[in-house]
Nanobody
Framework: VQLQAYGGGLVQAGDSLRLSCAAS????????MGWFRQAPGKEREFVAA????????LYADSVKDRFTISRDNAKNTMYLQMNSLKPEDTAVYYC?????????????????WGQGTQVTVSS
């Protein structure tokens, strides 16, 4: 399984971006999926996750009410709609496929990772 994250870019605070994660195989339609991010000098952190049906979304407190995770299994694609972006959202964003069908918040719960897409939010 290969995952390709894209859609990042340079935006101003308050702007929106939508990240996409395309999977190479339909096998991910049976797996939970998630987004993580890593800022310079910091550890990778959980952002959002969704189960195989596209339900039970989980969010980090820092992005709750601003980010929305979704997926379209027919297109083998997951999305992260990011609104009201803040400079502290600046990071490389990674998508991942979980080991199970559930949404997971820990990185250890994922066994496939995309290459990451850079999101930079200027103040």
């Amino acid at each position: 399984v290969q995952l390709q994250a894209y859609g990042g870019g340079l935006v101003q605070a308050g702007d929106s971006l939508r990240l996409s994660c395309a999977a190479s195989a339909r096998t991910t339609s049976n797996n939970g999926m998630g987004w993580f991010r890593q800022a310079p000098g910091k550890e990778r952190e959980f952002v959002a996750a969704i189960n195989w049906r596209g339900g039970s979304p989980l969010y980090a407190d820092s992005v709750k009410d601003r980010f929305t995770i979704s997926r379209d299994n027919a297109k083998n694609t997951m999305y992260l709609q990011m609104n009201s972006l803040k400079p502290e959202d600046t990071a490389v964003y990674y998508c991942a496929a979980a080991r199970s069908s559930s949404a997971a918040t820990r990185a250890a719960g994922y066994n496939y990772w995309g290459q990451g897409t850079q999101v930079t939010v200027s103040s």
